[in-house]
């Protein structure tokens, strides 16, 4: 490698600021949410409740989703989305994204939830956003991008769109997270699995699972309040991390004593071995329609992204 | 840490979900039926607690819990990993859906070693439990790290500084989560010990 093959290119600073500003969007985008959760919970938190938003608060609407029926519907969605991972060029994974916008304007979700999902996702991809372009290797016949300003931290173009690149296609997925799992009630979105052939015993772990995670939450907040009534206040030292070591180790304790009789009312309601089914699903031709639909805009995605000539992105 | 959507290679999540689902295939199989949906319930139980941000100076952190669960659950605890982890993909948007079988790996495979060292090394006194666990709570984590790690540097060369960088973040979570997983075992042991026992989950369920 011959540092004289590396180009160097100096922006412009309308260019400059475009280009922070993509790199700048996730991390904005985090921050401005903490800062809401912050307004929102009115004083300073002691430690930050961590609520447990349902998935399934809006599996009553109406939409192109709402009546695809949870099998097909997750089924496609899981190919395009394992289609969409593998694309490599940044400009067909904003098309990728684009499309996912669509997807969520048409499942008729509020943008809340969406939201809600990009932000928790931005927090691994800033990593990538603020380090790739200063530590992705040199190679020769790249190209260093020089921002008005910042001089002295010249980017790699290759960083810059390889992370930009890396958190559309994570935005991608994590918006057709709605439209797959928030259109239709829990119980019938895991039928669906065990439909698609994940084992019954699993998808019925799942559902008893979360049902008891907002159990445990419920108890765990109960313990957080009492132990700050008793003073505690948590800080970077060991009697902090000596009390919540016994924290948790009651709310083990708590929720193994609870499995034995969880078990024992789920057998006198009847429970043998398997949850009873609503009813069969059935497939019709318009749930294959959509599937054909969106598995074809998937592939075409991967296609064009393998085959047409794009300039470098 | 969880790792997104879109970062590794197709054929990394691919392995990723093939292995996983060997192993819960595997557990699916080998546990008694009875005790599947009290793994669920206890499952709950481990994803609430990996809520719980722990302040560190200017920041938080939360548990990561490999160590723990694997102490807890023995050969359960890929099981009870994969479900949280889904969970915590479904509702948080914490790791992304294609890469969930990476990092089920990721947590489950130092769970499941935590989980066989513990018996090893827990010894018959308070002290000598509240060492091995957190020996095991802090190895989990560090081994976790080191996965996170390995699968990034799959995704080729440029993510090499990011890896090294996540690598680095798990250390302080690591030091946190020995003495909070030493100080949980030591609870454990003093209050039911029995939770504890090897293969301790088939125990609970029977009457004492």
């Keep these: 490698m011959t540092p004289t093959l590396i180009q160097t290119f100096t922006l412009t600073p309308s260019q400059g600021a475009i280009l922070l500003l993509c790199l700048l969007t996730p991390p904005l985008l985090l921050l401005a949410f903490r800062w809401k959760r912050k307004l929102s919970s009115g004083q300073r938190e002691i430690s930050p409740d961590w609520s447990i938003p349902t998935i399934d608060a809006q599996a009553q609407g109406s939409s192109l989703f709402h009546t695809w029926t949870p099998a097909v519907k997750i089924g496609s969605l899981l190919i395009v989305s394992f289609l969409i991972v593998a694309l490599h060029a940044l400009f067909w994974s904003a098309v990728g994204l684009a499309f996912a916008l669509l997807t969520v304007h048409l499942a008729r979700i509020p943008w809340q939830r969406p939201l809600r999902r990009l932000a928790a996702m931005s927090g691994l991809c800033v990593l990538f956003l603020l380090i790739l372009p200063l530590t992705s290797p040199l190679r020769s016949g790249d190209t260093l991008l020089v921002v008005p300003l910042l001089e002295g931290m010249p980017l790699r173009l290759t960083g810059v769109i390889l992370s930009l690149t890396i958190t559309c296609k994570a935005a991608t997925v994590a918006l057709l997270m709605e439209p797959m799992f928030a259109t239709a009630e829990l119980a019938r979105t895991l039928q669906g699995f065990a439909t698609l052939g994940l084992p019954s015993s699993l998808t019925q772990m799942i559902l008893l699972c979360h049902r008891y995670l907002f159990v445990f939450q419920q108890e765990a907040a109960r313990m957080q309040r009492a132990m700050r009534v008793r003073g505690f206040v948590p800080g970077t030292n060991l009697a902090t991390l000596r009390t919540t070591g016994n924290a948790l180790g009651m709310l083990f304790i708590r929720s193994f004593e609870r499995t034995e009789r969880v078990y024992e009312a789920m057998l006198s309601r009847g429970y043998r071995g398997a949850f009873p089914a609503t009813s069969r699903e059935k497939i019709a031709a318009g749930d294959l329609a959509k599937a054909a639909v969106s598995i074809m805009i998937g592939l075409l995605l991967l296609v064009l992204d393998r085959l047409a000539p794009t300039p470098r992105f | ?208």
């Design chain 2, 1 to 208: 840490m969880h790792i997104a959507d879109g970062v590794l290679p197709l054929s990394v999540s691919l392995a990723g979900y093939a292995l996983t689902a060997t192993g819960v295939g595997y557990s699916l199989r080998r546990l008694d039926s009875a005790d599947l949906p009290k793994i669920a319930v206890v499952t709950s139980s481990f994803f609430v607690a990996s809520l719980i941000h722990l302040p560190l100076g200017p920041t938080s952190v939360h548990l990561l819990l490999p160590g723990i669960v694997g102490a807890l659950l023995g050969p359960a605890a890929l099981l009870s990993i994969a479900i949280g982890l889904f969970l915590q993909s479904l509702l948080f948007q914490f790791g992304g859906l294609t890469a969930l079988g990476a990092n089920s790996l990721m947590m489950g495979v130092p769970a499941l070693l935590a989980g066989f060292v513990f018996q090893r090394i827990r010894g018959r006194t308070r002290t000598s439990n509240a060492l091995a666990g957190a020996v095991v709570s802090g190895g989990g984590v560090l081994l976790a790290g080191l996965l996170l790690a390995t699968l990034l540097a799959t995704a080729g060369e440029d993510f090499w500084g990011v890896a090294k960088l996540a690598l680095a973040a798990h250390v302080p979570v690591m030091l946190i989560e020995g003495c909070v997983g030493g100080c949980t075992i030591a609870f454990l042991f003093r209050v039911k010990p029995e939770m504890l026992a090897a293969r301790s989950f088939s125990g609970v369920g029977k009457k004492r």
